[in-house]
């Protein structure tokens, strides 16, 4: 039998086609299923034989690899705070009711969760699906991210209502579409990585503006929301009491209108940033046929009187500041970077005399216009104490620091002469060596 002979049945040996060869693999692939089976039932096993204390009140479970967890998690009534993450193969977590002193939740990458609450089993009572809507009476904190699969906190139409909660953090859930009923007691939503539909459901289970409890809702993050335009119309009268809003990386957002600063009466600090189709400051809200509330929305209107904190950051086709800034009259700060399509600062910044510091950074033209006494808006800006053009400090405490052209010239002829003189330096330091060496060897020499 020559060599192409034998090639071709060895080959032929380990194609596809060769049932030997494939029953090899297949039982191979089986075999590792079923070891996988064995770990998530060997976990699961472990996690039933536990007995934990029933006054246990912290509990953190990470790197679970079953696929439930015990229903004794219910008898830890005691539980204060409960922390679960990189539980990848995790479907159901137990029911959550019982848990009457839980304070803070936290679910982190738990990829195969697709509601936090299933419903009541089979086998469960009416009384207890009750119970399930209606405790979680001292939730405060909910924090879930990376809950890639997530879709709601129940699969039913009713949900719970979470009646203390003051804090809500949702990161990269972008399947996620619907969130649990909400007290007047919300003090901070932050939203990262989630569709626009969640923030309308949000709109929707937040409490009635006229609620007295409102005015606890103090600060809002919406970044990376995807197919946000503007901010729901149905959440304007809810910002009269916020103090911190921040908006970033929304591709689509595309203007923060009159028709929204006229409620943000309570503003301190404002942040957008990296919103590539923010354009305009104009625009508002369809009021159908009526006019006078058209006109209304698309007026600037007094408004940000508290707002003390400005930072506009990568938003490449702004143009001009708002007009509605001029009346903040308690501006103390305020950030532009990484807007290249700034055309200039207006005059009306004189009269803001509250403003005590001006960042410029990497924002093209204007860059140029504020760096120094000669450029062409140093008249719309002289009078602010602390001025800082791309990371260079002109002006510091009232005192002015920068240098126009002309100094700038001869700034740089004196450092040429510095740099003839540095140069001259090794020259000298050289010779002084081979002095040094010729006078050391004939010493050694004449020894």
């Known amino acids: 039998m020559d060599g192409n002979c034998v090639a071709n049945e060895v080959h032929l040996f380990f194609s596809g086609s060769n049932q030997i060869v494939y029953g090899l693999e297949m039982a191979r692939a089986i075999k590792e299923v079923q070891s996988k089976l064995d770990e998530i039932a060997m976990d699961e096993r472990l996690l039933e034989a536990l007995q934990p204390h029933a006054n246990l009140k912290e509990l953190m479970l990470a790197g679970y690899r079953g696929r439930i967890l015990s229903?004794?998690?219910?008898?830890?009534?005691?539980?204060?705070?409960?922390?679960?993450?990189?539980?990848?193969?995790?479907?159901?977590?137990?029911?959550?009711?019982?848990?009457?002193?839980?304070?803070?939740?936290?679910?982190?990458?738990?990829?195969?969760?697709?509601?936090?609450?299933?419903?009541?089993?089979?086998?469960?009572?009416?009384?207890?699906?009750?119970?399930?809507?209606?405790?979680?009476?001292?939730?405060?904190?909910?924090?879930?991210?990376?809950?890639?699969?997530?879709?709601?906190?129940s699969a039913e139409k009713k949900s719970s209502q979470l009646l203390c909660l003051s804090q809500l953090t949702i990161y990269n859930c972008p399947q996620m579409v619907s969130t649990p009923k909400f007290s007047a007691h919300v003090e901070h939503i932050e939203l990262w990585g989630v569709k626009s539909e969640l923030l309308d459901d949000l709109v929707d289970s937040l409490p009635p503006p006229s609620s007295p409890l409102l005015s606890r809702f103090t600060s809002l993050k919406l970044h990376k929301i995807e197919g946000l335009l503007v901010l729901p119309q149905g959440l304007l009268p809810h910002l009269t009491c916020l103090e911190s809003l921040s908006i970033g990386r929304c591709n689509d957002f595309t203007t923060?209108?009159?028709?929204?600063?006229?409620?943000?009466?309570?503003?301190?600090?404002?942040?957008?940033?990296?919103?590539?189709?923010?354009?305009?400051?104009?625009?508002?809200?369809?009021?159908?046929?009526?006019?006078?509330?058209?006109?209304?929305?698309?007026?600037?209107?007094c408004a940000?009187?508290?707002?003390?904190?400005?930072?506009?950051?990568?938003?490449?086709?702004?143009?001009?500041?708002?007009?509605?800034?001029?009346?903040?009259?308690?501006?103390?700060?305020?950030?532009?970077?990484?807007?290249?399509?700034?055309?200039?600062?207006?005059?009306?910044?004189?009269k803001l005399a509250a403003l005590k510091s001006l960042e410029v950074s990497l924002c093209g033209d204007l860059s140029t216009r504020c760096r120094g006494q000669?450029?062409?808006?140093?008249?719309?800006?002289?009078?602010?104490?602390?001025?800082?053009?791309?990371?260079?400090?002109?002006?510091?405490?009232?005192?002015?620091?920068?240098?126009?052209?002309?100094?700038?010239?001869?700034?740089?002829?004196?450092?040429?002469?510095?740099?003839?003189?540095?140069?001259?330096?090794?020259?000298?330091?050289?010779?002084?060596?081979?002095?040094?060496?010729?006078?050391?060897?004939?010493?050694?020499?004449?020894?």
């Open 256 to 301: 923060l209108s009159p028709a929204v600063i006229q409620h943000l009466t309570s503003l301190q600090r404002l942040e957008l940033s990296s919103c590539p189709c923010l354009a305009s400051w104009k625009g508002g809200y369809d009021h159908g046929g009526d006019e006078k509330k058209n006109k209304m929305t698309m007026m600037p209107i």
């Open 304 to 350: 940000l009187p508290y707002l003390h904190s400005l930072r506009f950051f990568n938003l490449p086709k702004l143009v001009h500041l708002p007009e509605w800034l001029r009346h903040s009259s308690n501006l103390q700060k305020l950030q532009m970077n990484d807007c290249v399509a700034l055309k200039g600062l207006p005059e009306w910044l004189t």
């Open 71 to 153: 229903s004794g998690f219910a008898s830890l009534k005691n539980l204060v705070k409960i922390q679960i993450k990189n539980c990848r193969k995790l479907l159901r977590l137990p029911l959550l009711g019982p848990l009457v002193a839980l304070e803070e939740f936290s679910l982190q990458c738990l990829e195969s969760l697709e509601y936090i609450q299933s419903g009541p089993t089979p086998s469960s009572s009416s009384s207890s699906s009750s119970n399930e809507l209606q405790l979680l009476h001292s939730l405060k904190s909910l924090e879930i991210k990376s809950c890639t699969n997530l879709i709601g906190w």
């Open 374 to 447: 000669t450029a062409l808006d140093w008249p719309n800006i002289a009078q602010i104490p602390n001025i800082e053009v791309d990371d260079r400090v002109i002006q510091k405490d009232g005192c002015y620091l920068g240098l126009d052209q002309g100094q700038g010239e001869d700034y740089s002829e004196d450092e040429d002469d510095d740099d003839e003189e540095e140069e001259s330096t090794p020259d000298t330091l050289a010779n002084g060596i081979a002095r040094l060496t010729c006078s050391l060897f004939r010493r050694c020499f004449l020894c």
